[in-house]
């Protein structure tokens, strides 16, 4: 398996409460723990790429810094280094999303930042990789149709809209947390969102200790909608590490073992149907960092234990 990462991928944000530096932790950790695996540094996007999916003022709010409300609209200090950081972070999710194409699996030790909308970013998430990646294999003439698993403990209410002007495209969401105007809302009984015909999203009501059950359940009933209409050339997995118990955000009962589990149902339904699945990181906020290394890890491990 390839997995694509750079130091670059860090932006110098100071003491934030993303944990920026798990991009760097877990590709350590990978490289002493998986000889077999080859991780290579990927090329940036371009401003091209970004252009196909986010508007030129934002583009060059994030880019000069100018103005600064619109530059931090994600809620990171800007920087000059954060326009390079993030058209290199998501050229790893397109890296990755290549790689898929001949191999079957990759995945980008970065994240898809599913918050980030057209004209503004959100909730630590400047340009939508995903959406970039996705856009920019179509113009390649490298896709047709793509689909885009969310299983972040957050609603990805920017892919979602990104998702709702591409027909091309499908985009489902499973979440504990909801997510809308730049704020979580923990409580999803009392918001539900209005999906699309081409986007769709499944709230999981907490329950205690049958917390596992109704996320394995919620796959069970959900991902073969990905496969409704045309067939998806691609599938990006946003493999969110903070729906784990100990997370801040978190109101579910899941342990490292059950999100294990959660990853390895995916890659099995991505290898059974031979759709090609890259996957990145998403989340992770618990005081332990370790915790955050250890759920992307294992996602690692499982996508090894159904591809390789």
Known sequence: MTLFHDPEFAAPIGNHIMPISKFGL????????FHHIAIVSPDPVTEPDLLRVHAFNYISA??????????ESQKFPWSPELFPSVCLTAGGVLAAARQALSDGISGALASGFHHACRDHGEGFCTFNGLVVALEAMRAAGQIRHAAVLDLDLHYGNGTAQLTAERSWMRALSIYGNDYDANTPYRDV???RHVDGDNHFSVP???SGSSDRNVLMQALDDHLDWILA???????L????ADPLRDDPYSPLDLDH???MERDRLVFEFAK???LPVAWVLAGGYTEDISQVVEVHLNTLRAGVEVFV
């Open 237 to 240: 997995y946003q493999a969110g």
């Open 26 to 33: 877990v590709a350590a950790e990978a490289k002493k723990t």
């Open 62 to 71: 994030v880019k000069t810094g100018e103005p600064r409300s619109l530059a």
């Open 257 to 259: 073992a059950d999100l």
């Open 229 to 235: 209409g045309e067939r998806p050339d691609i599938l």
């Open 189 to 191: 009984r009392s918001r």
């Open 204 to 206: 999981l009501i907490p």
């Open 272 to 274: 059974r149907h031979s």
